[in-house]
């Protein structure tokens, strides 16, 4: 059963930083490119960054410079650390592999508010 849960987000005011945990099934989290998306109200769900098996990663570029991601394999889980927060952040963030799971499955997500 593929699972993956979403923890960390929060309130913050704009700078702010908060961290995201993602903790996802072993028999997707081994094999698979690892990512962060999130959805803001009334848009489409993003791209945020992704990290690879082997820990390179990669970033759309309104976060380049601002948000880390991070994996511990040991622990199947996936980590984004989001510094100097903008309102346009503000979103439900979620997990996912890279590219996405087939069929769709996506855990709730947890919600970042950045107030400005």
């Known amino acids: 059963q593929v699972q993956l849960v979403e923890s960390g987000g929060g309130l913050v005011q704009a700078g702010g930083s908060l961290g995201l945990s993602c903790a996802a099934s072993?028999?997707?989290?081994?094999?698979?490119?690892m990512g962060w998306y999130r959805q803001a109200p009334g848009k489409q769900r993003e791209f945020v960054a992704l990290i690879t098996i082997g820990g390179s990663p990669n970033y759309r570029d309104s976060v380049k410079g601002r948000f880390t991601i991070s994996r511990d394999n040991a622990k199947n889980t996936v980590y984004l650390q989001m510094n100097s927060l903008k309102p346009e952040d503000t979103a439900v963030y979620y997990c996912?592999?890279?590219?996405?799971?087939?069929?769709?499955?996506w855990g709730q997500g947890t919600q970042v508010t950045v107030s400005s």
């Open positions: 072993g028999s997707i989290f081994r094999g698979n490119s």
């Open positions: 996912n592999t890279v590219p996405t799971i087939s069929p769709p499955t």
